[in-house]
Structure formats: structure tokens, C-alpha cells
């Protein structure tokens, strides 16, 4: 049962990746249907953002009340009720009331199937289930253009996704007697329920020893992670003199470097922990951008994009595994949910920002950003390691 349930997860993650990318790839046929400026998508995704920043606060009292099995279950309909809402909606205020509901949504589950993976399985879990969010990420964009192809409408592209994921919630509700199981870890390590975990406000949260150094790691995480998919194109563009359809497939290959360092991630954690993977990560990244800084051609960028995903591959999940290790079983579910708050708040304000620095200074300072961003990263991860041991 144990490893049904595993499975049920894996299904999940690989669902929750299907919808993320679904706007990028449907926009520029949207914005034109809607009469709306290209910039308006952002506003969407920042309504969704301030869904999920909103909801992963909450995860941990939703998650005591009624249980991990139903929050992911409830979340995952949610989503789902809100992706039709997209596909028959007709005008951009509709989209923005449909993007509430999805927001919402979203956190919840990623914050407490985050927590339940991060108690119950073993690091390699964790590698290889966010390895499926890629996969998932990688497949809304075919769906959406196997549907504007043959349909001819990004409506049934969302319409699709979205009974995928009511497929989902029917398997999730199915599902929930196994998650009323009592699971050890299987490394035999001593584990919580997460509705026996404490239900700590968000003051008493931040005054946790190294809260604030993990929640400062996590938001630089994030941020370097959508910084480098945001602009990586336009950098390649506008300082190294690509064209816009090469500097696209180089910048594609920055997503497929976390999907495939994902995998591999799994294996590496059999002798390596947590913090040393984190490490290893940071050490990639930090190569990556050199590699972006030398002016050798076009070669070099694709090499430092390319190790700029491998070296993000690993720091996300092994972050979120680390949390119970690092702050104690019970507090997991209230710190995975600043966590996510956190990197929800730097996945919002770090791209726009070097947006306002490219557009005022340059768009070569592009890799001096992602450095200063990834010195922080470090110094805060060393500091939580002290903090907590």
C-alpha cells in the first residue's frame, strides 16, 4: 500500500507540472482574442502567485484539520474547476477571477504533498517527483499545441488539462484510505503525522532558529530559477547577438537541465545528503554563469545555461526534504509553507526587478544579477546549517 501510494503521488506531481506552463505557450493567441496588451499576462500570474502565497501560509492549519489525503484531493478539484473556468471563459476580467480560484489551489497542495513526501520517503523521492513536475511542465505546452493545431482554440488546450486533473481528483478520493495509514520513513527514521503537527502562527514561525535563513534561501532559489527562464533569451539576444529562434532552443535548454539533473539527482542522494546535493547545485551554478560571462561564442552560453538547470536540479527538493531534519517533523508542515510563501514572493519580485535593470541599464548585467543572487543563496544555507545543528 505504501508504494500505491507513492505511485498516486508521482501521478500528481507529473499534474501539477501539466497546467504551469499552459499561459506562456497559449498568450500569444490569447492576448490577440481579448484586444489586451502581451504584457497583461502578467497580471494573471501574479494573481495566481498571490493565490499560492495566500494558500501554502495556510497549508499547515488546512493539513491538521482535515488531512493531507483531502487537502490534495480538494486543491486538485479546485485547480481542475478553475482550468474549465479558463477554457470557456470569453474575456480577460473572466480569466483574472478564474486565475483566484487556481492560485489558491495550487499552494495548498504543493505545500502539504511537499510535507507528506518530505516525512514518509527518502530523498531520492523527492528528486525524482519533482523530476515528474518537469515532465509535466514539458507536456502543457504539446497539449496546448496539439489543440491550437487541430481545434484551432487555447480554450480546449486548458479543456484538456482540465480533465485530466478531474481524473486525478477522482483517483486522489479513491485514494484516501491510504493516506490515513500510519507510514514510517523508509530509512526507518522517526516521523510525524502531519495532523499531529503544531499549529504555529506565522510570528512564532519566523522566530524558529534559521526560519529566516531557509526562508531567505528558498526565495533566492526561486528567484535565480525565474530570472534565468525569463530572460535568459532576451540576455542571448541583446549582448551575444543570437538570433531570437536560437536564443529561444538554447534557453529551452535550461528547463531540460533541471528535468534531467531531477533524475539523476535521485540517484546521487544515495551517497550524498542534503546539504551536500544543495552544494553541489550552487557549485554548478556558479560555473554556469562564469560560463556566461566568457566571451567565447555561443558554445560557451549553451554549456553555462545548460549547467545553470543541472545545478538547480538538486536545491528545491533537497531543501524541502532537509525542512523535517532541519526544524523537527512537527514544525515541518508550518515551515514547508513559508517556505513555498517564500519562494512564491521571490518567483514574483526578482524577474520584474532585473526587467527594471535591463531596461534602464543593460541586459548584460544579467549574469552579475544571477551571481549576487546565488551569493546569497550560499551565505544563507550556511547560516541555516549552523543555525539548526
Not at 495548498?108 to 528528486?127: E, F, G, I, T
Not at 526560519?211 to 525569463?230: I, R
Not at 517564500?342 to 518567483?347: D, F, H, I, K, L
Request: hydrophobic share 50%; aromatic share 12%.
Amino acid at each position: 500500500m505504501f508504494q500505491l501510494l507513492l505511485a498516486i503521488i508521482y501521478l500528481a506531481f507529473i499534474s501539477l507540472g501539466l497546467p504551469d506552463s499552459l499561459l506562456g505557450s497559449a498568450w500569444p493567441t490569447m492576448y490577440q482574442e481579448f484586444s489586451v496588451p502581451i504584457s497583461y499576462a502578467g497580471g494573471i500570474s501574479m494573481i495566481i502567485a498571490v493565490g499560492t502565497i495566500i494558500s501554502s501560509l495556510q497549508s499547515a492549519r488546512l493539513t491538521r484539520k482535515i488531512g493531507t489525503g483531502k487537502v490534495t484531493a480538494i486543491s486538485v478539484l479546485m485547480t481542475a474547476v478553475a482550468l474549465f473556468g479558463f477554457s470557456i471563459s470569453h474575456s480577460f476580467i473572466e480569466l483574472c477571477l478564474w486565475a483566484i480560484p487556481y492560485g489558491l489551489g495550487a499552494g495548498c497542495v504543493d505545500a502539504a504533498l511537499n510535507n507528506y513526501v518530505a516525512l514518509h520517503y527518502s530523498s531520492r523521492h523527492m528528486s525524482w517527483l519533482h523530476c515528474m513536475w518537469g515532465v509535466g511542465a514539458s507536456l502543457g505546452p504539446y497539449i496546448m499545441g496539439y489543440a491550437l493545431l487541430n481545434d484551432g482554440s487555447w480554450n480546449m488546450g486548458y479543456r484538456y488539462i482540465s480533465i485530466l486533473q478531474i481524473f486525478l481528483t477522482a483517483v486522489l478520493l479513491f485514494s484516501l484510505p491510504l493516506w490515513k495509514k500510519k507510514h514510517g520513513n523508509e530509512e526507518d527514521t522517526a516521523t510525524i503525522d502531519s495532523a499531529e503537527s503544531k499549529l504555529l502562527s506565522l510570528g512564532q514561525i519566523v522566530r524558529i532558529s534559521g526560519a529566516k535563513s531557509v526562508m531567505v534561501t528558498f526565495f533566492c532559489y526561486c528567484a535565480l530559477e525565474q530570472t534565468t527562464g525569463l530572460w535568459a533569451s532576451s540576455y542571448l539576444v541583446l549582448n551575444r547577438g543570437l538570433t531570437s529562434e536560437t536564443a529561444a532552443s538554447f534557453a529551452s535548454l535550461f528547463f531540460i537541465g533541471i528535468t534531467v539533473g531531477r533524475g539523476l539527482s535521485g540517484f546521487l542522494t544515495m551517497k550524498l545528503n542534503d546539504s551536500q546535493m544543495i552544494r553541489l547545485g550552487q557549485g554548478f551554478i556558479f560555473i554556469g554563469i562564469l560560463l556566461l560571462l566568457v566571451p567565447m561564442g555561443k558554445e560557451t552560453a549553451l554549456l553555462g545555461l545548460i549547467l545553470i538547470g543541472l545545478g538547480c536540479a538538486p536545491i528545491y527538493p533537497s531543501i524541502i526534504h532537509s525542512t523535517p531534519e532541519n526544524f523537527g517533523a512537527e514544525k515541518s508542515q508550518a515551515m514547508i509553507g513559508v517556505q513555498m510563501a517564500s519562494a512564491y514572493v521571490g518567483t514574483c519580485l526578482m524577474p520584474p526587478v532585473f526587467g527594471f535593470i535591463a531596461n534602464n541599464i543593460g541586459v548584460h548585467l544579467f549574469p552579475f544579477y544571477l551571481f549576487l543572487i546565488l551569493a546569497l543563496m550560499v551565505i544563507m544555507h550556511e547560516r541555516l546549517l549552523k543555525q539548526t545543528r
